[in-house]
């Protein structure tokens, strides 16, 4: 592997420790959203997607691989129907605590914390990470 690639790996592998197991909020006007990146069990870089409710805690989720290209972010999810990957979002670094998408709609935030809750509670509060990485 030549320089470029070498610079590239540490690159994506700075990036990835920006995001792994933090939880980045974004506003949609409503009741928020966030996503949670993590490593699942087969050792993929993972992300869940939750959009926040109001008077529940979790309206929407989705589960998906995270790709990254320099600072870009690059989102998909696997649709079992045609067995093929399809993007869902891509983010660029702004900074270590903002992604911005690349239309520039969505701006998400570092939360400091891993925020991912029950979409529909069997028990209430929020899920371990560990429940995410054994998926």
Not at 91 to 108: I, R
Request: glycine fraction near 10%; aromatic fraction near 14%.
């Amino acid at each position: 592997m030549g320089s470029f690639g070498t610079l590239a790996m540490k690159q994506n592998n700075s990036s990835w420790d920006k995001l792994n197991e933090k939880t980045w909020k974004g506003d949609n006007g409503w009741g928020g959203m966030g996503y949670t990146f993590y490593v699942n069990k087969k050792g993929e870089r993972s992300y869940c997607y939750q959009i926040y409710g109001s008077g529940v805690p979790v309206t929407s989720e989705e589960f998906g691989k995270v790709e990254i290209k320099n600072d870009t972010v690059l989102l998909s999810i696997f649709d079992i129907g045609t067995a093929k990957s399809y993007p869902t979002g891509s983010f660029v670094f702004k900074s270590d605590t903002k992604l911005v998408s690349l239309d520039k709609q969505v701006t998400l935030t570092d939360s400091k914390a891993i925020t991912v809750y029950y979409k529909f509670p069997v028990k209430s509060g929020l899920r371990d990470i560990s429940e995410l990485k054994n998926r």
